[in-house]
């Protein structure tokens, strides 16, 4: 088992409830910081971000310190180095900063795991959770990671084809509007 904070019925049950946070969620950016703390209870992290493809470039589209650093959460690492291997990858990537000499302070001992989020087979970005000081993602860790990746990447599909549906209503509208003008004025 990985470094839970949760285990058994409890992780069984906190999963149910990530995945009905995704399910109800109508507004993404509101979600997220409760997606955070349910994720926290699966798998131990101190840093999240999740970082989008906008006009061929990754950006941060939110990102929350959680453990150790939060209270120097300008200073610490936030995956930027490591975003890059993770979307060229395509895949799920570990990566553990390598520290030369002895070093005490765990803030600058970052392990990095990052998945893609995909709509599809298009990968629109990376999440990234960090653990400063270790220990490392072991398997169970992993598996979870990608469950939560997985679910994350849907729920930002789903708004994407929401945005879009209101988009096509609302031309829809238009459409209708200038009809009826026509009818009127003929």
């Known amino acids: 088992m990985g470094d839970r904070t949760v285990s058994g019925k409890a992780y069984i049950e906190t999963l149910f409830e ?16 409760d997606l ?6 699966l798998i131990v992290f101190d840093n999240f971000v999740i970082y989008l493809e906008e006009k ?7 990102a929350r310190s959680v453990g150790r650093g939060r209270s120097k959460e300008a200073d610490i690492a ?10 060229e990858s395509n895949k799920l990537t570990i990566h553990q900063d390598v520290v030369q000499g002895t070093n005490d302070d765990r803030l600058k001992i970052p392990y990095y795991i990052g998945s893609p989020l ?14 400063f000081g270790g220990p490392e993602f072991k398997s169970q860790d992993q598996q979870t990671f990608t469950f939560i990746a997985d679910h994350i990447a849907q729920l930002l599909e789903r708004d994407v084809l929401v945005s879009t549906i209101a988009q096509i209503e609302g031309s829809q509208r238009m459409w209708a509007m200038q009809e009826n003008f026509v009818a009127t004025v003929s």
Not at 20 to 31: N, P, R, T
């Open 56 to 62: 061929g470039e990754l950006r941060p589209a939110f």
């Open 118 to 131: 995909r709509h599809g087979k298009t990968t629109v970005g990376v999440l990234i959770m960090i653990r």
């Open 78 to 87: 936030w995956g930027e180095s490591f975003i890059e291997k993770v979307f």
């Open 18 to 33: 990530f995945n009905k946070l995704i399910s109800h969620a109508e507004d993404v950016s509101v979600v997220f910081p």
């Open 36 to 41: 955070v703390e349910q994720a926290r209870k």
